[in-house]
């Protein structure tokens, strides 16, 4: 199965329309969102995307709570505030924002995949087992805007720029 992969939206709608647009095209089953909406914008962007929405907060965030107040309310949706755990096709799976602390999570040996955002720079790398990645930016500060492609079946992922 395909997961689209996207983070650090800071608001940037344009962007973050084109992104969604594109994944639906590569028909994931879920979107999952690595952090920094900065405001509910983003949210509601992805939220009413119509696919299933993984997701943690950024450093980056205002409107925390209507976010949170928001995301409870929908069947849809999973969310941790800074790591979410969880299980993809019989893959574990964490997701959190910061480079720092997906590092810890590959290290620990316990999952299969980890996924932050935050540098705003596309990488995926081997950790023993684990595959460390991260989609790259949906905002286009440091150039093209990316969004990745990961695949539970192969464990691997596809970063596409647009």
Not at 86 to 111: G, M, T, V, W
């Amino acid at each position: 199965m395909k997961y689209a992969l996207l983070s650090d939206s800071h608001d940037n709608l344009t962007n973050l329309q084109g992104a969604i647009r594109i994944a639906k095209g590569l028909k994931p089953k879920a979107l999952i969102f690595l952090g920094d909406f900065s405001t509910s914008a983003s949210f509601d962007c992805l939220s009413q995307a119509g696919l299933p929405l993984y997701f943690v907060f950024g450093n980056v965030e205002s409107e925390v709570e209507k976010i949170v107040n928001k995301a409870k309310l929908m069947d849809n949706i999973r969310f941790g505030m800074e790591i979410l755990e969880f299980r993809l096709d019989q893959r574990n799976i964490a997701i959190c924002h910061k480079p720092e602390r997906a590092y810890e999570l590959a290290f620990s040996k316990n999952y299969d995949a980890v996924f932050h955002g935050h540098t705003h720079k596309a990488k995926s790398e081997m950790v023993g087992n684990t595959l460390l990645a991260n989609p790259g930016e949906i905002f286009g500060r440091l150039g093209n805007p990316s969004l990745g492609i990961y695949d539970s079946a192969e464990n691997s992922i596809k970063i596409i720029k647009f």
